[in-house]
């Protein structure tokens, strides 16, 4: 109640204080507002780094909060650039210890003034990062990144399992001073410093979590271009970010940043005109939850989301030989494609007493899935279908390795379920494969899985849910089958790799409970060597193993068709990090000529 009473009186104050402003004799018009249309396709999950396993999440998270690290926004490769971080880290000549020197402007932002008064915190120091860090260790949080630094930390896996005294030091990660950040590794792991661009590592104010006990993850504190608006953002629904007033601010990249392809999309005059500019540019940042994709494209197509993919029920009437149709050209429309890193998968739990010990069953299975089919029903011939795990692009992906299973032959499939001790299904029971949304395009995907094994003579029962449901009753590893995507975290295979690795199982990224201790060798080989051809080849083989065991049935490695409206000014394609809607610009004189609002 108290907290309902101080944000009502704040709301009546605000508004009296705006009616005096622009009610007196010879008062300038107010501002119009400018305002930033994004989406996510499901609904979020707590606000707990720990646990922030999901795109969807991360992405809004992003806005709000910062780690010590992020990515360059206009190289076309994914480069690493200070954050939180004042610079990039000093690291010993055996690449064990990695010193890293804080910003001291970094400050939380607190939108309600409950926490800290005033609405401005204190400033982001050492011992927020430590105790971040720690909290992926506890046991108590179950953390979904603990995967991250497990056996890779100097102390802090004896700290876990001392019982995470938080007043005890870990050797490994501690505070130097208040602005200095000391990391020692167990043995060199090439990838540490991407880890400090997730959501895992963002710093918490611990006086939030203090102050909201149970309810703090409700109550998003950071240090972001923006914060959250609890009076406009309803949950399930949209999530309302505004302007961060006490932000350090921030600049454009230089044009000389651009890699080639962004500096093609954007154009030398609009790199120019951007150069320096301050962020953020954007007053207000609306992230709208649309589970269906007919509404997020009506919604695009009304102007009211200012970028947009295109769902696959819509594709033929927006592109034609890949170019955009003339109706979608006369609204000034582009289009932008570009492959991701990642990969789409239905998996099986590997703790199922039936799924998990009958690989001839998961390989027939395999085979009666219309991988083919997929491509065209499902993404119009965006994508390619996934031979392993790994995606284009990344060390260990072998472009003529063919998986034995990952193609549809109904024939092998029969005869692979009778070797498995279950002709036509005879004997196997019902099924539960477990759907993460309502929405039209899953409820397909999943009818499509049920008539495939329905053919083969295997039953098999929906199970309805949503978003945060379904990642749920995976961490519990209740889910029997189920079907996600990963996208990187960073720009190496052993993210993906790392998917199938046994002590990552669930709650951690490993989804399917796979837990191979060939596939794991090899992975612990290669993951932290540093880059080489031999360490490519230790990859592919790990891949193809974990293939030919079929812990998934592959989905594909997906390209991103985004549609932009000509307002849109500023935006080019990231599909890893997060925090980029401070990087994009709205003309709002070209919106209000276009749609009339």
């Known amino acids: 109640m108290k907290k309902f009473v101080k944000v009502l009186m704040l709301s009546i104050f605000a508004l009296s204080v705006t009616a005096v402003l622009f009610t007196g004799c010879g008062q300038a018009e107010p501002k119009e507002e400018k305002v930033l249309n994004r989406y996510v396709i499901a609904k979020l999950r707590p606000f707990d780094p720990a646990n922030m396993t999901d795109l969807y999440t991360t992405q809004v998270y992003g806005d709000i909060a910062e780690a010590l690290f992020s990515y360059k926004y206009l ?17 010993s000549a055996d690449g064990l210890t990695y010193t890293i020197k804080l910003r001291k402007d970094a400050f939380f932002y607190d939108p309600l003034g409950e926490v800290f008064e005033g609405n401005k915190g204190r400033a982001v120091n050492a011992h927020d990062f430590v105790y971040s860090v720690k909290r992926l260790a506890d046991p108590a949080n179950e953390s979904g990144g603990w995967w991250l630094y497990e056996g890779f930390i100097k102390g802090l896996d004896e700290w876990a399992a001392n019982g995470a005294d938080y007043s005890k030091t870990v050797e490994g990660f501690k505070a130097l001073d208040d602005y200095t950040i000391q990391l020692t590794l167990t043995k060199p792991y090439p990838q540490i ?3 400090f661009t997730m959501s895992f590592t963002y710093p918490i104010a611990k006086e939030a979590m203090d102050f909201y006990g149970e309810e703090w993850t409700n109550y998003p504190i950071g240090t972001g271009a ?13 999530h309302v970010l505004l302007k961060n007033p006490e932000w350090r601010g921030g600049k454009f990249p230089v044009a000389s940043e651009a890699g080639p392809k962004n500096a093609a999309k954007l154009g030398a005059d609009v790199l120019k005109a951007y150069e320096g500019k301050d962020l953020a540019f954007a007053d207000k940042v609306i992230w709208y939850v649309i589970e269906e994709s007919s509404v997020q494209w009506l919604k695009f197509m009304n102007g009211e989301l200012d970028s947009s993919t295109i769902p696959k029920d819509n594709f033929e009437t927006a592109v034609v030989n890949q170019k955009l149709t003339p109706d979608m050209t006369a609204k000034g429309i582009t289009m ?17 007493p039936i799924l998990g010990t009958n690989r001839k069953l998961r390989q027939a299975m395999s085979l009666a899935y219309t991988h083919e089919d997929i491509l065209d029903i499902f993404y119009n011939g965006r994508a390619e279908l996934a031979q392993t795990l790994l995606p284009p692009g990344l060390g260990g ?25 279950y002709p036509n299904g005879e004997g196997l029971p019902v099924l539960k494969y477990q759907m993460y949304s309502s929405s039209t395009t899953n409820t ?9 094994m329905s053919k083969l003579g295997i039953k098999v029962e929906a199970v309805a849910g949503d978003w945060p449901t379904f990642m749920e009753r995976i ?26 690795y046994g002590p990552n199982k669930a709650p951690g990224p490993n989804s399917a409970n796979y837990d191979n201790p060939e596939f794991n060798a090899l992975y612990e080989k290669a993951a932290f060597m540093q880059q080489s051809p031999e360490r490519d080849r230790l990859y592919a083989e790990a891949a193809q193993l974990a293939a030919e065991d079929v812990p998934w049935i592959m989905g594909v490695h997906r390209l991103s068709y985004a ?35």
Do not use: C
Not at 75 to 91: G, K, R, S
Not at 229 to 237: C, K, Q, V
């Open 75 to 91: 190289a076309d490769t994914y480069q690493l650039q200070p954050e939180i971080a004042e610079a990039m880290p000093q690291v």
């Open 193 to 195: 410093l991407y880890t």
């Open 226 to 238: 923006y914060y959250y608006d609890h009076e406009n953002s309803i949950p399930g629904t949209q």
């Open 336 to 352: 932008d494609i570009n492959p991701t890193l990642d990969v789409t998968y239905n998996f099986f739990n590997m703790e199922d």
């Open 397 to 421: 992906y072998d472009p003529n390795y063919k998986n034995p299973y990952a193609h549809y032959d109904l024939e092998k499939a029969k005869a692979l379920l009778a070797e498995a001790g």
């Open 444 to 452: 397909q995907m999943v009818e499509l899985f049920i008539d495939n």
């Open 475 to 500: 961490d519990a590893h209740e889910v029997q089958l189920g079907g996600i995507a990963w996208g990187a975290d960073y720009p190496d295979a052993q993210n993906f790799l790392q998917l199938n």
């Open 563 to 597: 549609l932009e409206y000509p307002w849109l000014k500023t935006r080019v394609f990231r599909d890893i990090g997060a925090g980029y809607s401070k990087y994009y610009d709205v003309d709002l004189e070209m919106r209000k000529e276009a749609t009339g609002n």
